[in-house]
């Protein structure tokens, strides 16, 4: 079946480590998402990106930054982890075309930032 | 931007019981409303969703209904079950960028 898949499901970093989180999908959408969820708080968007060549900040971006690597491959990256990005991420997908609104979420990655 | 609140945090019911999660919005122009599941440990879920242009829409148990004018919307789960049990959120989308503004969760329990 068509899915969202992201890598790594778990991790655990420190402060000030770099990470990357990522997202493949193979539904064939062109509109890919990243957003976070903290207790209390929702989902929270932090990029989009609606093709290669197409990036958006979101809600909370600061700290974040994201790659577009090919339509079906989204990158997150924190340049410098601190502890209160710890949270779940999760990546979502939807389209194709400008029609769909439908969002298809991933697994989620459990960060932890020490 | 789009603000969406959601009412309540927790819910409990029996199970037989309906269950009722409201959410309003403040973007007149949001014209996409989704609700998702969100079972413990897992991802987000579509249940059910509803465009602007229509007033209710029905899926077996689960039913949502928007009212444009009040700019609100609530979810309708009838004949509760112990699967039911989950955390539920709902969203609205507007803009040219088609973003999901999502509601801060309903933790739904229902009661054997």
């Known amino acids: 079946d068509a899915d969202v898949t992201q890598t790594p499901r778990n991790r655990i970093t420190k402060t000030g480590k770099r990470i990357m989180l990522e997202c493949s999908q193979t539904?064939?959408?062109?509109?890919m998402y990243w957003y976070r969820q903290d207790p209390g708080l929702g989902l929270r968007l932090i990029y989009y990106?609606?093709?290669?060549?197409?990036?958006n900040k979101g809600e909370i971006s600061d700290g974040y930054s994201v790659s577009r690597q090919a339509q079906a491959k989204f990158s997150l990256s924190l340049e410098s982890a601190i502890p209160n990005q710890t949270a779940l991420y999760f990546c979502?997908?939807?389209?194709?075309?400008?029609?769909?609104?439908?969002?298809?979420f991933g697994p989620g990655t459990r960060l932890t930032v020490l | 931007g789009e603000n969406v609140e959601q009412h309540p945090s927790t819910l409990s019911v029996q199970e037989g019981d309906s269950a009722v999660i409201k959410c309003t919005y403040s973007?007149?122009?949001?014209?996409?409303f989704p609700w998702y599941k969100q079972e413990l440990g897992k991802r987000p879920q579509l249940i059910i969703d509803?465009?602007?242009?229509?007033g209710e829409k029905k899926d077996q148990r689960i039913a949502v209904t928007l009212n444009k004018t009040a700019k609100h919307f609530s979810l309708h789960i009838t004949e509760t079950q112990p699967e039911d049990s989950a955390v539920y959120f709902c969203?609205?989308?507007?803009?040219?960028?088609?973003?999901?503004?999502f509601g801060s969760g309903t933790q739904l329990t229902v009661l054997p």
């Open positions: 539904k064939g959408h062109d509109r």
């Open positions: 990106s609606f093709d290669v060549k197409d990036i």
């Open positions: 979502a997908t939807s389209g194709p075309g400008t029609v769909t609104d439908t969002q298809y």
């Open positions: 509803i465009r602007s242009n229509v």
């Open positions: 969203a609205a989308s507007s803009g040219s960028a088609r973003q999901l503004t």
């Open positions: 973007d007149s122009a949001s014209n996409y």
